[in-house]
Structure formats: C-alpha cells, structure tokens
C-alpha cells in the first residue's frame, strides 16, 4: 500500500540540504567574525546536524517549520512546541511504523482539533508529508482551498477540514486520495454543488453539513457506502431518492433537516434495515407516511417535524420496540391510532401543530381547511400502504441500557465528532 521512496534517496536529499545551506551558514559567521563584528544568533538546525529517531522525520522537519512560520495566531502557544529533533512529541503530531516497514518511525497522524490555529492556507504543509494517514483540524482559522497534491498521499484516509474558513467550489482533489474513507467539511464556506461522484466513494463517514451547497439531491444518492450521511443545514432541494434502498446494508444515520426538500417519502426507506436515526424535520415534504416505516426494526430517532405531512400516523410505525424519539409536529396529520395514542402518552411522539380533532396544540379549523384545499399527488399512491416485513409485536418494549450516542446529532455542533468503528 505505501509506495514510499528508498532511504537513499532520503540520505540524497538531505545531502543536496546541507550542500545548499551549511556553507552560508558557516560562511557568514566567518566573515562577520573576520570583520570584528559579533557572529550572528547561531542560524536554526538542519535535517542534517539534528538527531531524528529516523530519516522519516528528518524530511519532514522543515516542511513543519516553513508550516510554523506561517501561522498568524496560536492562542495556546501550541507552535511552543514545535522545536528540536523530538517531532513526535511536538502537540498535535503524532508517529508510528509506517505500512511498508514496521521497524522505522514516520509522521502518520496530526490532530489539531480545538487548537484555534490561524494560517492562511494548508498548500505545502499536509500536501508535503509522505506518510500522513490522518488529518483532523476541526475548530482553526485556515482557509483558503485543498491543494491537489494532497492526491499524492498514499496513506491518507482521514481528512476532517470542519468548522475552518474553506471557501469555494466542493474540494475535487479528494476524489483522487486512494484509500479516503472519512470525510468531514463541515461549517466552512464551501458552495455551488457536491458532485454525485461523492456518493460513489468508499467512505464511512460523510458530513456536509452547514454549508452553502445548492442543488437536487443526485440520483445515486444510494450509492454510497457511507454508515452517517449527514448534509443538514444546505440549501439541497428535490425529492428523496428511491435509490437510497440501495444503501439498507450500511447506512445507520441520515441528516436531511433544514434544507428545501420536496416531493414525498419514498417507501424505500422502510428497506433501510440498519437505520438508527433518521431527521428529515423543516424541509417541504409532503405526502402520507408510508407504512414501509415500521420495519425500520433498530430505528430509535425519527423527526419529521416541520413539513407538509397529512394523512394517518400508521400504527405500524408507532409499534416499533425502539422508537424513543418520534417527532411528526408543525404538519398537517388527521389521524391518530390507539398505539401511537400510547406513544404520545409516553412522551415519545410529539404530534403538536396538526389537524387531530380532541388533541390539545393543534393547528386551527381554517389552517387545516386551507391546507386541504389544495391536493397534492404522490407518485406511486399503491406503495404508501404496503409492509414489506412481518408486523412488530404489540409486547414489543423500548431498548433500556444506556443512551446511544448519535454520530451524525454531535456533527450539527462545531466541534469534533467522535467518530468510531
């Protein structure tokens, strides 16, 4: 997998350094020593003079320093750190044996989540360092735009970007990181569309979110590998695509909220057997609940809030064993069984701002009139009552143990997601 050059031509460059730099070094202490004048600062250590635990580090201890010098704030004086031979005790750096050869020591992950840094760009730092794996820098003040060299990093399989002041189109170089599997760009300033290419990566991991994409969701949306799907808070528009059944084997959590969907649900996503969370809420979707819901056997967080949902709640759904969150309000629903009467009892479905006569909260007779006074179609009405699983026991009861962390809920806030498989 690593496709790294020989020691040789390390101990080449590192010759062709100190070829370069020794003699002005050593020639302009002379001459001003010569000259009566006091020699100069003694000039920062090379490559060649420090002592690296490997020849790894020695190369990429002067991309750091250029790196250092470019960075305008460091309000917890983490560059303080960044000093001597000892790079893997610098803050935010850390090193183990690279892939192609377990007795040497490379650079393999930087973290620099929090650290508040600010630079005006990453072109020739990350770019620049051979056996980076991981890089994670959620919460700094970098900008600027994704150089394409980062293509040529064998290694790199994480890149969190997020909560920084990235600008422009969707970041095309990553399309060509080989072995990318975690990509978070969220909270930047990124724009235009995300290519549909996106969703045909081998990625477990997709956020971006809080940004200003506009455009339809693609066809191939399904397509992806992706275990958290999180892209709330754009501008997406379109309908929901059916093509998302393909995805039942993997896919656990979906953010589509706040954004400008339309059309109606489709009944492929009762197919998404691995579903935890799912939250359409705010957008304009519309159309009854297909009852394909209930086989959703391990959903635990459905929010649908804030759309133009109407019909009946069907009771299938509100038989799921797992539901603790099931939030249907500010729509336009009717009807309401005995089973998710239980649920609303339970303080698990919030059916406020609706049209169920003898509920407390709902919408007034002549919201619910003018409402209905405007029919909407559905492409494929037929699908809408069909169940395409056995129906869950009435005796089913909700998970107990402790709360489950949401990956793609803690990627709504600015700071880092815990993300682990």
């Given at each position: 997998m690593y496709q790294m050059g020989s020691l040789s031509l390390y101990r080449k460059s590192l010759f062709h350094i100190s070829v370069l730099f020794l003699p002005c070094f050593i020639g302009v202490t002379y001459c001003l020593e010569f000259q009566g004048l006091p020699p100069l600062i003694s000039p920062p250590l090379i490559p060649e003079i420090l002592n690296f635990l490997d020849q790894r580090l020695a190369l990429v201890y002067p991309i750091i320093q250029v790196f250092k010098n470019t960075i305008t704030s460091d309000p917890f004086h983490i560059t303080q750190t960044w000093v001597g031979p000892d790079i893997c005790n610098y803050r935010g750096f850390y090193c183990t044996s690279p892939p192609d050869n377990n007795s040497a020591v490379a650079l393999a992950s930087i973290d620099f989540n929090g650290f508040q840094l600010s630079a005006p760009t990453l072109d020739g730092f990350i770019d620049q360092l051979p056996d980076l794996a991981l890089f994670h820098a959620n919460s700094n003040k970098f900008s600027g735009s994704i150089s394409p060299k980062i293509t040529k990093l064998p290694f790199l399989y994480e890149l969190d970007i997020s909560n920084n002041n990235f600008f422009g189109n969707f970041p095309m170089e990553?399309?060509?990181?080989?072995?990318?599997?975690?990509?978070?760009?969220?909270?930047?300033?990124?724009?235009?569309?995300?290519?549909?290419?996106?969703?045909?990566?081998?990625?477990?991991?997709?956020?971006?979110?809080?940004?200003?994409?506009?455009?339809?969701?693609?066809?191939?949306?399904?397509?992806?590998?992706?275990?958290?799907?999180?892209?709330?808070?754009?501008?997406?528009?379109?309908?929901?695509?059916?093509?998302?059944?393909?995805?039942?084997?993997?896919?656990?959590?979906?953010?589509?909220?706040?954004?400008?969907?339309?059309?109606?649900?489709?009944?492929?996503?009762?197919?998404?057997?691995?579903?935890?969370?799912?939250?359409?809420?705010?957008?304009?979707?519309?159309?009854?609940?297909?009852?394909?819901?209930?086989?959703?056997?391990?959903?635990?967080?459905?929010?649908?809030?804030?759309?133009?949902?109407?019909?009946?709640?069907?009771?299938?759904?509100?038989?799921?064993?797992?539901?603790?969150?099931?939030?249907?309000?500010?729509?336009?629903?009717?009807?309401?069984?005995?089973?998710?009467?239980?649920?609303?009892?339970?303080?698990?479905?919030?059916?406020?701002?609706?049209?169920?006569?003898?509920?407390?909260?709902?919408?007034?007779?002549?919201?619910?009139?003018?409402?209905?006074?405007?029919?909407r179609y559905c492409p494929y009405p037929a699908s809408f009552n069909l169940i395409p699983c056995k129906v869950p026991s009435s005796s089913s009861h909700p998970r107990t143990g402790p709360k489950r962390n949401l990956v793609s809920y803690s990627a709504l806030s600015r700071h880092a997601v815990d993300f682990q498989e």
């Open positions: 990553i399309f060509r990181i080989p072995g990318l599997s975690f990509l978070d760009i969220r909270f930047n300033f990124f724009t235009g569309t995300v290519p549909p290419q996106v969703f045909s990566l081998r990625l477990d991991a997709l956020f971006l979110n809080n940004n200003n994409f506009i455009q339809k969701l693609p066809e191939n949306l399904g397509s992806t590998t992706a275990l958290y799907l999180t892209l709330a808070n754009n501008k997406f528009v379109g309908p929901i695509p059916r093509s998302i059944i393909k995805a039942s084997a993997t896919l656990k959590e979906v953010l589509f909220l706040n954004n400008l969907l339309t059309g109606c649900l489709p009944y492929e996503l009762g197919f998404l057997r691995e579903l935890v969370l799912f939250d359409a809420g705010n957008n304009l979707l519309t159309g009854p609940l297909p009852c394909s819901l209930g086989c959703l056997a391990k959903l635990e967080q459905l929010n649908l809030a804030g759309n133009l949902l109407y019909g009946q709640v069907p009771e299938v759904l509100c038989a799921s064993g797992k539901l603790e969150n099931l939030s249907l309000s500010s729509n336009y629903f009717t009807k309401l069984g005995p089973k998710c009467r239980k649920l609303m009892k339970k303080g698990v479905l919030d059916i406020k701002k609706n049209c169920i006569n003898g509920l407390p909260g709902q919408r007034s007779v002549l919201e619910c009139k003018a409402f209905s006074m405007h029919p």
